[in-house]
Nanobody
Framework: QVQLVESGGGLVQPGGSLRLSCAAS?????????MSWYRQAPGNQREWVGT???????RYTDSVNGRFTISRVNAENTLYLQMNSLKPEDTAVYLC?????????WGQGTQVTVSS
């Protein structure tokens, strides 16, 4: 099993930055290939934000490409999402996901609100 706990969300003004963390436990992320960030705004379906592999290859959805950066620090057993140039439409609950042994594990999410 993999347990994931997100943190770092909050209220930020448009154009601001936040860094989200996703701390893993019960399993080293070294053994996890793909780790991803998703988001879900009220009334919307869950949306894929981006993924990082265990070889540090990253890919992003078009709407965040160039503004968001995913990283993973194996020594900290933590996944990060650096979000810059935030827009009101980035407002959502952000969740991390790890796929291990054919099973998807999710955190509980952290709220990000972009508003003036």
């Amino acid at each position: 099993q993999v347990q994931l706990v997100e943190s770092g969300g909050g209220l930020v003004q448009p154009g601001g930055s936040l860094r989200l963390s996703c701390a893993a436990s019960r399993r080293s992320i070294c053994s996890i290939s793909d780790m991803s960030w998703y988001r879900q705004a009220p009334g919307n379906q869950r949306e894929w934000v981006g993924t990082i592999t265990n070889t540090y290859v990253t890919r992003y959805t078009d709407s965040v490409n160039g503004r968001f950066t995913i990283s993973r620090v194996n020594a900290e057993n933590t996944l990060y999402l650096q979000m810059n140039s935030l827009k009101p439409e980035d407002t959502a609950v952000y969740l991390c996901k790890a796929r291990y042994g054919g099973v998807d594990y999710w955190g509980q999410g952290t709220q990000v609100t972009v508003s003036s």
